[in-house]
């Protein structure tokens, strides 16, 4: 389009935009204009008078297109001209930077890598080069996660980890502040891996007026590419758990096709997938399933093989570091009635070494058996009193007991466990469970999932199938076998279960994931939703031990036992401790500095402003440094520090929290610190990018087909020093063309009409 | 008289349900009533004082375990069913034909002491432990029946008269195995003992029978139980006598799989079934019966925890 305009217009666009139209005719123009007018009136005149055999319409025409001609001659003669400003060639100058990252050596068009461009045209003897060197004083930088000056084009080694484009040009401001800076030219693929985003650095260069102009490198979608873009694990899981991890993958030019996801464990492979690959520019998540069995942080490797003709295969390969810990959680299981569902829950728990259910059980009033308890004195006073002794469990079972079996402060505290203490509670299905027990209205009916009816305190006693619902059939803690398909048909061959209590609504914000269908229409069998810090379930059924001991479950069957396990793993799922750190982000490159936050409680799990948190760092080296972690003063209980890793690898970083001399607890997290293949992941070009930064700032965008009127646009819109151009008008080719085509229209006219 | 036979978990039937096929249509009312003594239920357990009226052992029909279910029970939807959580549950195992005749009109051994001794232990269990749900009712299953295992808790008797079938043999294995407890009783003797033990090694052929020391938690898990008494038949309760074999001493002996598990009781030399059974009458002594529920709540809520 902007060629056909030039050929015609002799000028480019850009021209007209920036220019004034002027008419500069020499002073001797008007005499001749003069005649002109006259000349033309004269024989306007004599068309009128002359007849022959023209109608009026003729003449009106005719005399039309010869008063045309003559006002285009008019108009050239008054000499039109275009008055541009244009940059005073060599008064400032231009810093051009460029991309020296390693995206920069993908070879999106088959050949050439991207720094083909940058040999050719921004070499000793580039084209580009040579245009501007013509009309500014050129400054060449490199950047990456940095920019430096580049005396050498030579020096370039496309080596960058990370861009930052706008730290790039943050440092050339700096660099060149105090000198006529015209422009700032960026040749780039536009992969920008800044966390904090453009805007803090367009800004200053829009209000000095310095426009950025942006040369885009290689291909909007790489033809050819399999990317692995995230894999979303937990941060802690239990020994012996599998793990399900969301892979979002995402593919180009091999939509449909079957491909491979290995993770590794340290090196060694300990799982394998087939994924179907999904459709070009649409990313799928796909789940994969780990086992973690060795206990301390694991570094899990996920990995897609790289494919035939793939364009980029470093952005197949993902890392994430989990920590697999041995530890004993302790549940408390309170029944307030002998039942086969405690007998059958602690079986089916037994010979998980991770899981520690303590059972109280009421046999009569006041007459308690406790199971499983650590020492004699553990819960000798029944049911705990105290925050301090409920909240050293890490999930809570109810059983059949009423309600008003505990006090309202007990219950207050079971609503706490949840809310505050961020505990599992799960509440099971009995005669005194639910709305049968009483607990309409209590503060322990606000943390549970499910709506109970103050007014229902019948036993509603029905026979269920249960089976789960979609987002039951995707949920890792209802899975009953290897694969989704095999355990949604386990889920079909389960005897019935029963319950008395009828639950069938939910509250918003909850998920079911287990109903049963009965003859009184279908019910809730199993439903969770978070609470404040924790999460609450409901299961009204009475009788999930039928899974074990019903005749047509075969004896070797293991489907009890595994819910069990996989139930009582979720309820214990990060439940925190009294003293949880992070690491923000918690995978860093080496000279990467991150944030370890510390959240402290103490032991009632009320926040905790003035306690002393250290975290101390050993490094891959072995070499220990402390790190003290300040309160945030804007949150309660939350402190921070900032730690850098020198070095690469696994660092171990303990926190613990003092009270004086009382200890509030530890935690303990780990950071990796490894070189990052950030450059790699969409490393298309983002031509949005660029244009933005052009738009923002003045500037303009060029592709290496466009790039050849970088030069003269500089010289048009760039900041500095500006002398009027005076472009002349009158020769251009469309004036010409519009004066032979009025010429040609009369003649053809006349010969149509018959007048000569 | 009917079965009232369990169909689903605890659910069982409103009694009065029809005799079975064999026996006349009378209909059978077997409510026991309490005349006003009250219970303590703390140690030491008096014996109720209650008066039994229209109280008849009768016999089931024979060779079935026909499932009882009253008119109004809709079994799908619940309405008109009661539902609790444990029933007591008595094996019905088969016995050597020849001993059969002798007993309770032709019904062999397990059927001793039934219905009376279940009917009573479950009204004694409520006044004892009154947080445990248990159903009023007696419930008779074949060892060969599917339906056995809605009940993790079984009880049988004279088990030094039975002679199990095949079926019966896989029945109990499987039913161990799943998860389930037997708790056995009444039977005499060095030749009975070997019975019991010849049957029982065909269901569990790998697993010791020790001696069940009165460490072991079942003895605290409800009442504190400090010695093993021998508890009489009723005729020779009359007598003032205990033991219905010379030389032959209680003993309390258990079977754990290889996890440790408890899956058999065994209560030998003793008749815990009598004492239950004959626990209102004025000549059976207190200590014995006293001992005999003391002992069968400690299994029960053992049982139900383990």
Redesign the interface.
């Known amino acids: 389009m902007e060629s056909i305009f030039e050929f015609l217009f002799k000028y480019r666009p850009l021209l007209f935009e920036r220019g004034d139209f002027a008419f500069s005719a020499p002073r001797g123009v008007l005499p001749v204009a003069l005649a002109l007018m006259i000349g033309s009136v004269v024989i306007g005149w004599t068309y009128l008078r002359a007849r022959g055999r023209s109608r009026p319409v003729d003449r009106a025409v005719l005399l039309g297109t010869r008063v045309l001609i003559f006002a285009v001659l008019l108009f050239c003669l008054f000499r039109p001209v275009l008055l541009v400003q244009a940059l005073v060639p060599q008064h400032s100058y231009l810093a051009v930077l460029i991309d020296d990252s390693r995206s920069m050596h993908i070879a999106d068009d088959g050949a050439e890598p991207r720094t083909a461009f940058i040999d050719q045209q921004l070499g000793m003897q580039g084209e580009l080069t040579r245009s501007l060197e013509d009309r500014f004083r050129l400054r060449y930088y490199r950047f990456s996660d940095v920019a430096r000056r580049l005396p050498e084009l030579n020096d370039l080694a496309y080596a960058g980890r990370s861009t930052r484009i706008g730290d790039a040009i943050d440092f050339v401001r700096d660099d060149l502040s105090g000198s006529p800076l015209s422009g700032v030219v960026v040749v780039s693929d536009g992969g920008d891996n800044s966390p904090d985003g453009m805007a803090p650095s367009l800004l200053p260069m829009k209000a000095a007026g310095v426009p950025v102009y942006a040369v885009g490198l290689g291909r909007e979608r790489l033809e050819r590419d399999v990317q692995l873009t995230r894999v979303e694990t937990p941060r802690t899981v239990l020994q012996g758990s599998a793990i399900a991890v969301d892979a979002i993958v995402s593919a180009n030019g091999y939509g449909g096709q079957q491909a491979v996801i290995d993770v590794e464990d340290d090196g060694r492979i300990v799982s394998r997938d087939t994924i179907t690959l999904p459709e070009d520019g649409k990313p799928a998540t796909v789940r994969v399933k780990v086992a973690a069995n060795e206990p301390g942080p694991r570094r899990f490797r996920f990995r897609i093989a790289p494919r035939e003709g793939e364009l980029v295969a470093e952005n197949n390969v993902q890392d994430a570091v989990i920590v697999v810990e041995r530890r004993r959680e302790k549940i408390l299981y309170f029944e307030?009635?002998?039942?086969?569902e405690?007998?059958?829950i602690?079986?089916a728990v037994?010979a998980d070494s991770n899981l520690q259910v303590v059972?109280l059980?009421?046999?009569?009033?006041s007459?308690f058996?406790r199971?499983d308890v650590d020492n004699a004195d553990e819960l000798a006073g029944g049911f705990p009193k105290t925050r301090e002794e409920l909240f050293s469990y890490r999930a809570v079972i109810l059983g059949s007991v009423e309600a008003s079996f505990f006090s309202h402060e007990q219950l207050q505290m079971l609503a706490e466990f949840v809310s505050r203490r961020g505990g599992g509670l799960l509440a099971l299905g009995g005669?005194n469970a639910f709305s049968q027990g009483g607990y309409a209205g209590t503060p322990l009916a606000e943390a549970l999932p499910v709506v109970l009816d103050e007014r229902d305190r019948a036993?509603?006693?029905?026979?269920l199938k249960v089976r789960p619902t979609r987002a039951g059939s995707t949920h890792p803690a209802m899975q009953l076998a290897e694969s989704e398909q095999a355990s949604v048909a386990r889920w079909e061959t389960l005897p019935p279960l029963?319950s008395?209590n009828r639950i069938t609504a939910v509250k918003p914000g909850a998920t079911t994931l287990l109903t049963g269908a009965?003859?009184?229409g279908e019910q809730v069998v199993l439903a969770y939703q978070r609470y404040g810090r924790g999460a609450a379930f409901a299961m009204p059924i009475?009788?999930s031990?039928?899974w074990?001991?019903?005749?047509?479950?075969p004896?070797e069957d293991m489907t009890h036992e595994r819910l069990w396990r996989q139930l009582l793993r979720w309820l214990v799922q990060d439940v925190p401790n009294p003293v949880v750190a992070s690491a923000a982000p918690d995978q860093v490159s080496p000279a990467e500095s991150f944030t370890i936050t510390a959240e402290v409680d103490d032991s009632s799990f009320v926040r905790v402003n003035d306690a002393s948190v250290i975290a101390t760092v050993t490094a891959p080296d072995g070499t220990v440094s402390e790190v003290p972690l300040e309160w945030v003063l804007a949150r309660d209980g939350e402190y921070r520090g900032r730690y850098t890793p020198r070095e690469p690898g696994l660092h171990d970083i303990r926190i613990a929290a003092r009270k004086g001399d009382v200890s509030l607890g530890e935690d303990r997290i780990w950071v990796n610190s490894t070189e990052s293949n950030a450059e790699y992941f969409d490393a298309h070009l983002h031509s949005d990018l660029l244009k933005r930064i052009a738009d923002e700032t003045g500037g303009r965008y060029y592709t290496p087909a466009t790039v050849k009127s970088l030069a003269e646009d500089v010289r048009y819109t760039g900041r500095g020093d500006t002398v009027t151009e005076r472009k002349d008008l009158w020769d251009m080719p469309i004036v010409f063309l519009l004066l032979v085509s009025l010429i040609a229209f009369e003649w053809v006219y006349r010969r149509a009409r018959g007048l000569a | 008289m009917s079965n009232g036979r369990r169909f689903q978990n605890g659910l069982h039937t409103v009694r009065g349900g029809k005799r079975g096929p064999s026996l006349s249509g009378a209909v059978l009312l077997r409510r026991i009533g309490f005349s006003g003594v009250a219970l303590a239920t703390t140690l030491p357990i008096p014996v109720l004082a209650l008066s039994v009226s229209l109280l008849r052992e009768a016999p089931p029909a024979r060779g079935t375990a026909g499932i009882a279910v009253n008119a109004e029970c809709d079994r799908a939807t619940g309405a008109g069913c009661e539902f609790h959580e444990f029933t007591f549950t008595r094996a019905i195992y088969s016995s050597p034909s020849r001993e059969r005749g002798g007993f309770r009109g032709g019904f062999g051994s397990w059927a001793t002491d039934y219905p009376k001794a279940d009917l009573q232990f479950a009204m004694v269990m409520q006044r004892l432990a009154q947080h445990l749900d248990i159903a009023q009712t007696e419930n008779a299953v074949r060892l060969d029946d599917p339906q056995l295992r809605r009940f993790p808790w079984l009880y049988a008797v004279e088990v030094g008269r039975m002679a199990l079938t095949e079926a019966e043999v896989t029945g109990l294995r499987s039913y161990l195995a799943a998860g389930g407890f037997l708790f056995v009783d009444d039977f005499w003797g060095g030749r009975q003992w070997d019975q019991f033990e010849q049957n029982i090694r065909r269901v569990l052929p790998n697993l010791p029978i020790v001696d069940l020391p009165l460490s072991h938690p079942l003895f605290t898990s409800y009442y504190n139980i400090t010695e093993i008494l021998q508890v009489p038949n009723v005729g020779n309760a009359r007598w003032g006598e205990t033991t219905e074999c010379y030389g032959c001493d209680p003993a309390v002996r258990a079977i754990f799989d290889e996890h440790g598990r408890l899956l058999v009781l065994i209560s030998f030399n003793s008749d815990l079934g009598d004492a239950w059974e004959w626990a209102e009458q004025p000549f059976y002594p207190v200590k014995y019966s006293t001992y005999a529920f003391q002992l069968a709540v400690n299994a029960i809520v053992y049982a139900m925890s383990h």
């Open positions: 307030g009635e002998p039942r086969f405690l007998k059958f602690r079986r037994e059972a059980q009421r046999t009569a009033d007459k058996l199971l005669r036993l509603h006693f029905v026979e029963t008395i009965g003859e009184t009475q009788d031990w039928l074990q001991m019903h005749a047509d479950v004896l």
